[in-house]
Structures are given as structure tokens and as C-alpha cells.
């Protein structure tokens, strides 16, 4: 499925698309949402946006985007495509397969000003394509024990940490990969997701974990989301927080909350402005902009 967007920014071109991937082995870990968000955030911004999913036996962000190509309002859309799988029975066969349609899709999104791309919740050709292909990586954490343990190896007593994970290793190689092939560096970002249901003691424990691991393996740490009804009541709808004006629903106090989650998040990340001619070398840390109230 292909839906078209709009016109880029007039007068703001990257030499190449920007890629954010949204990435994490584990599934129900806010990928597909945090990637709807930003997407959308930056549709608001005049950006003209690819959206890549790769998730396709899950297909969250795509149902969201025919939601929202359906729904009747005029809102900004990406133009998004979902990649499947190769059906080859040949590992090595199947792995090219989906390399030149991964490259072939990217080659179509040349005019946009970023792609964003959601990835599935675990390891997979394609998974390791689009990460190896991150300018910036977004990892949505949960913050529980279970949910650290991709990321790295704690003791029994979940005190200190032994060495890194599966999934931190993984995105070590495709550092190497990306550095390699292009030169390119991929800024790799963790955001915590708060979760109500875990106490104060094991938050700070946490805490503490992650920032350890940060500096040992080299993330950026950014504020994630609060388990929020109004993310599961606005998906049907291909909605965003960011579209709530133009869906005519009058905001309410957990909405308000969430739009500042949103915008410390887009200010942590800090995208980078394109610019005449500028291509990336400058950074943006503007977050895209939100109404205050």
C-alpha cells in the first residue's frame, strides 16, 4: 500500500532524507505509536514525510495510516508504504529479495525531507535493514526489568549491570555496518515509557540501570510516554494528539498531559532543520510545535 502525501516544506531540502527508525525486539513497547507522533509532528511542520513499515504481519502504523486516509477529515499525510517479507524458501535468496525492495522503497521516498520507519518486535533481515539505514534510532523502553533485559545483562539482585544484551549488540553491529558503508553515524536514542504499575523503588533502580548503560554503549536518554487511554481511542481514527483541533475534540487535562510528553520527547530528539543547501550538518532542537494549552 502506497498513500501519497504532500508537498515538502517549499525551500527546506535534506541532500538525502533523514531516517528515524523506531526500534526494539520486544513487542508492546510503544514503537508504533511514538512513530504515528512523530510522523505526524512533523507533517505539521511542512515536512514532506515517507513512513516505512516493516512490521508488516502486525501492521499497526499502516491500519493507522488507511485509518486516517479514511476518516473523512483533510489531515496531512506520509507517503507510506508496508514491506513484506520475502516468501522465498532460500534464506540467502529471500535476504536479497528484501534488500532491493528495502533499497528499491527508500529510492522512492528520495524527495522526502524524512522517513520514518517502524520496525518489528523482533530480529529479522528486514528489522536489521532498517536500522543499519538509521540517521537517528528511537528505542522505546518500558520501564520494567523484563523490558531492560534486551538492552542489557543485570545480576540477580538487578543492581548492576553485567554487559549489554541481544538487541544492544545488534544495533552495535549495525553501527559498524552503517559506518562502514556510508561513513554514517546513527544517533540512538532510549525513551522510558512510564508504567503505573511499577513502584517507586524499582523506577529508581531503573533509573539508574539505564543511565549506567548509557554512558557504557552510547545512547541518549529521552522522557517516553504514560500508559494513556487516549492513544488506544484515537487509533481507529488515524489520529494523533497533534490532530485533535482538526477532529473537533475539545481537550481535556490527560490530553494536555500527553501533548507535554510529546513535546519533551520531540525536544530530547531534536531533528534536524533542513536547510538551502545545508544538508545535515546543523541540528534542530526546536521541538515541532504544540499548542501550549
Given at each position: ?14 541532500r538525502r532524507?533523514h531516517?528515524v ?27 514532506k ?10 501492521g ?52 522526502c ?9 523482533s ?16 528505542t ?60 517507586a ?16 554503549i ?6 517516553g ?9 484515537l ?12 477532529a ?18 520531540l525536544?530530547?530528539?531534536g ?19 504544540l499548542p501550549?494549552?
Amino acid at each position: 500500500m502506497i498513500i501519497t502525501g504532500p508537498k515538502g516544506a517549499a525551500g527546506r531540502r535534506f541532500r538525502r532524507p533523514h531516517v528515524v527508525v523506531l526500534g526494539n525486539e520486544k513487542g508492546g513497547s510503544g514503537k508504533s505509536t511514538t512513530a504515528m507522533h512523530l510522523i505526524v509532528a512533523l507533517l505539521r511542520e511542512g515536512y514532506k514525510v515517507g513512513s516505512l513499515d516493516l512490521d508488516a504481519r502486525q501492521g499497526s502504523l499502516s491500519r493507522f495510516i488507511a485509518n486516517r486516509a479514511e476518516n473523512g477529515l483533510e489531515l496531512p499525510m506520509s507517503r507510506h508504504v508496508r514491506l513484506e517479507q520475502s516468501a522465498l524458501d532460500s534464506v540467502a535468496a529471500a535476504r536479497e529479495e528484501e534488500k532491493q525492495r528495502f533499497d528499491a522503497t527508500l529510492a522512492q521516498m528520495a524527495d522526502c525531507d524524512f522517513v520514518v520507519i517502524d520496525t518489528p518486535g523482533s530480529d529479522s533481515n528486514l528489522s536489521r535493514l532498517g536500522h543499519a539505514r538509521a540517521d537517528t534510532l528511537v528505542t522505546p523502553l518500558n520501564d520494567s526489568f523484563l523490558d531492560l533485559d534486551l538492552l542489557a545483562r543485570v545480576d540477580s539482585e538487578g543492581l548492576k549491570i553485567r554487559g549489554p544484551s541481544t538487541y544492544a549488540e545488534m544495533v552495535w553491529e549495525q553501527k559498524k555496518r552503517r559506518a562502514l558503508t556510508d561513513g554514517g553515524s546513527i544517533d540512538w536514542i532510549v525513551m522510558r515509557n512510564r508504567l503505573a504499575s511499577l513502584d517507586a523503588r524499582n523506577k529508581r533502580r531503573i533509573g539508574k540501570l539505564v543511565e549506567d548503560l548509557a554512558r557504557r554503549i552510547g545512547f541518549r536518554l529521552a522522557p517516553g510516554f504514560s500508559e494513556r487511554v487516549v492513544f488506544r481511542e484515537l487509533f481507529p481514527r488515524g489520529l494523533t494528539l497533534l490532530d485533535l483541533a482538526d477532529a473537533g475534540t475539545a481537550l481535556t487535562l490527560s490530553h494536555v498531559a500527553a501533548r507535554q510528553e510529546l513535546r519533551g520527547l520531540l525536544d530530547v530528539i531534536g531533528l534536524p532543520k533542513p536547510e538551502e543547501g545545508d544538508g545535515l550538518e546543523k541540528r534542530w532542537t526546536e521541538p515541532a510545535a504544540l499548542p501550549n494549552s
